[in-house]
């Protein structure tokens, strides 16, 4: 995953720039953009911290897609109750677990 354009997005969300093959060295900035454009320290550094963040939330892709339906649930609801229920979500959840602070 490419971090580059949300990295700038995040730092200045006003600034009007395009970039060539998504390479910092190749981005240019509207001349009359009025707002301080990002240095590339600042821009790499916003970067990593997208990247941990990525990383960090790991495990909500991995629950998504690890749950049961939402046909399936219903039908879990119906079956087995609420309880039921709890129960097939929280093996989803122990499967992945919330990683500590990030």
């Known amino acids: 995953m490419d971090f580059l354009v949300t990295a700038i ?6 600034c009007q720039y395009n970039i060539p093959n998504l390479n910092f060295d190749e981005i240019n900035w509207f001349k009359e953009n009025p707002f301080q454009c990002p240095t590339k320290q600042e821009i790499d550094a916003e970067i990593e911290r997208l990247k941990q963040e990525y990383e960090y939330n790991q495990y909500q892709r991995d629950r998504a ?3 049961p339906s939402i046909q399936d649930q219903l039908d879990i609801l119906y079956h087995k109750g609420y309880d039921g229920w709890k129960d ?8 992945y677990p919330k990683p500590k602070g990030l």
Do not use: D, G, M, Q
Request: glycine share 0%; with cysteine.
């Open 9 to 14: 997005n995040n730092l200045c969300p006003n």
């Open 65 to 67: 897609f690890a749950y």
């Open 88 to 95: 097939e979500i929280s093996k989803v959840k122990e499967n």
